[in-house]
């Protein structure tokens, strides 16, 4: 049975699909195999693979558990792999079931006996939790940076529109009138807090798992803290069970993922509603739109469309991690291996999303009067009358019945309450003077809103410029300025 075990120059990886013992006397059905190899892929890992295990053999070197020659072949041998998967010419065998046993198998074909020795020490179950963790690390801080360019653009639409006037809603009816800047940076704040989540996740992402090897830690003396350095991680998981078995951290990310394409769907569903004909408060650029093949006057929101289907998709991600660590004993199953697609597609699933909006939200076309003349519809101004009658004498309550039967008459009447003649106001109470207009007219209602977070153009631009001294310049900012 065991040719394999003779001779220490076999290398056992490269030829047989049973890897890893001489223990097995039937060979995988082709099914069982495809079923259970995740190489097609987690070699998307393969970066992280030999980054981590550089890092634990030159830790294993220093120690003095392979020697320095050892050491030396392995850098050599992942030096010449890195550059045979990055230029596409890597052989992938699902024989080898997944990213980790292809890569220390053609370090055996490289490295020899050196290769072998990579292993000691670890197991896949601290390595692939290793390696899921650093292309973690790396994703998180390309969406930080992706997420703080979006805020740029809002910040820029709110800055270039702190004046124009959109109706504000409640229950989708006209209630106030706000700064269509002001809404804009409400998306800012709500993207501010995407990236404190991402970043607080990250730091539950960034703690080494290596050292915990199958889950019990291991008896050659690694230096675990040497591993962590090396791999610029915050902490060393302090117990091996949960070391290998823990996936706080993706459920963690997926749950911050997962709010961030709901904020996208929010503003996807507004400028589906905005861009439709009974609005027609913007327009999307035609590269993110589409036509219809029989309706020749259509132009369709294609892109804030998928972007809200695809909010689905990450909140399903999310609901299929969670439910993948459920019920699962101490400490490494194979369950495991079912979080990388969910992962990997939350990941591609954002970062494109999040690409997209960026363009999108700049090149979008903000129509004014259009906004203003809904505004002025629905009787938005109607909270400045009842303040107004309270600052010259009325109880609130009372100033809100007035203002109500107002508003019925110039319903009545078809007409803006600014349109009705300081005479027919007064009817409602004697106490409204000439200087009723001013608080009747859209600008006025704004600009009496000026407190911290209110929609006051002044508030906007103010935050305007919090938000730019937040965020900085950023890539592409002199191209735009
Ligand atoms: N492909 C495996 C995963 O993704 C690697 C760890 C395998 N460990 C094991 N004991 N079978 O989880």
Same mark, same amino acid.
């Given at each position: 049975?065991? +040719? ?12 047989? +699909? ?6 097995? +006397? ?15 892929? =987690? ?5 992280? =693979? ?61 490295? !020899? ?49 702190? $004046? ?67 791999? !610029? ?14 996936? $706080? ?89 079912? $979080? ?34 809904? @505004? ?88 305007? @410029? ?16």
């Amino acid at each position: 049975m065991s +040719s394999q075990a003779g001779n220490p120059a076999d290398n056992q990886l490269a030829n047989k +699909s049973q890897a890893w013992s001489a223990l097995f +006397s039937e060979p995988m059905s082709e099914l069982v195999k495809r079923y259970t190899a995740s190489v097609d892929f =987690d070699k998307r890992l393969w970066a992280a =693979d030999i980054e981590g295990s550089l890092a634990h053999a030159d830790m294993l070197a220093a120690q003095g558990i392979i020697g320095a020659d050892d050491l030396a072949a392995i850098q050599r041998g992942m030096a010449q792999i890195r550059e045979e998967i990055a230029s596409g010419r890597f052989e992938w065998k699902l024989d080898l079931e997944d990213v980790h046993l292809n890569i220390e198998a053609r370090l055996t074909e490289l490295a !020899g006996l050196a290769g072998k020795r990579l292993h000691t020490g670890r197991s896949r179950n601290d390595q692939v939790a290793t390696d899921v963790r650093l292309w973690l690390r790396g994703e998180i801080d390309t969406l930080v940076g992706l997420l703080s360019e979006l805020q740029r653009v809002l910040v820029g639409q709110a800055e270039r529109h702190a $004046d124009v006037i959109l109706p504000g809603f409640t229950h989708l009816q006209v209630a106030q009138p706000v700064a269509f800047g002001h809404h804009m940076l409400a998306y800012v704040e709500m993207f501010a807090r995407d990236v404190e989540r991402l970043l607080d996740a990250r730091k539950r992402v960034n703690r080494l798992p290596l050292g915990a090897a199958a889950l019990a830690g291991t008896s050659y003396p690694l230096d675990r803290e040497r591993v962590a350095r090396t791999l !610029g991680m915050e902490g060393v998981a302090q117990n091996s069970l949960d070391a290998v078995s823990d996936r $706080d951290f993706a459920i963690e990310f997926s749950a911050a993922a997962a709010l961030i394409m709901v904020h996208i769907s929010r503003l996807s569903e507004e400028l589906i509603l905005w861009m439709s004909q009974a609005f027609g408060f913007i327009a999307l650029p035609d590269r993110f739109c589409t036509g219809s093949s029989i309706m020749p006057q259509k132009k369709n929101p294609d892109v804030p469309e998928l972007a809200r289907g695809k909010s689905g998709r990450v909140v399903g991600h999310l609901m299929g991690l969670i439910t993948l660590m459920k019920g699962q004993p101490l400490a490494y199953n194979k369950d495991n291996q079912e $979080d990388k697609e969910p992962l990997f597609d939350t990941v591609d699933t954002l970062s494109d999303t999040l690409r997209i909006f960026a363009e999108m939200m700049d090149g979008l076309t903000v129509k004014a009067e259009a906004m203003e003349r809904a @505004a002025l519809k629905g009787y938005a101004t109607a909270t400045d009358l009842a303040d107004y009658l309270v600052k010259k004498g009325l109880a609130f309550r009372d100033a809100h019945e007035i203002v109500a039967h107002a508003v019925k008459t110039a319903q009545a009447q078809g007409v803006d309450l600014s349109a009705l003649s300081l005479e027919a106001l007064r009817a409602f109470d004697a106490r409204i003077g000439e200087d009723v207009y001013e608080v009747l007219s859209l600008a006025g209602s704004l600009n009496a809103r000026n407190i911290l977070g209110g929609t006051a153009p002044a508030q906007v631009r103010a935050q305007v @410029a919090r938000h730019r001294a937040r965020l900085g310049a950023g890539v592409g900012a002199d191209a735009k300025a």
